[in-house]
């Protein structure tokens, strides 16, 4: 984020629409790696904004 900042993008927007998702590839995993996949994007997404670490992970879990 910062270096987008830097480059003139505002992070208040950058914090607040940004989207961090799981790579292409989640296909042949199981459903429960695959869904840890998207809790940790998900938290790593969480945590780019400065919400509470791990709070996604315990309401979706």
Not at 28 to 56: D, F, N
Request: proline share 3%; with cysteine.
């Amino acid at each position: 984020m910062r270096l987008l900042a830097s480059r003139g993008v505002d992070e208040g927007l950058l914090r607040e629409r940004a989207m961090i998702t799981p790579s292409c590839g989640l296909e042949g995993l199981s459903e429960e790696r695959a869904e840890r996949a998207y809790r940790l994007a998900a938290e790593v997404s969480a945590a780019l904004r400065g919400e509470e670490p791990g709070r996604l992970s315990e309401e979706g879990a």
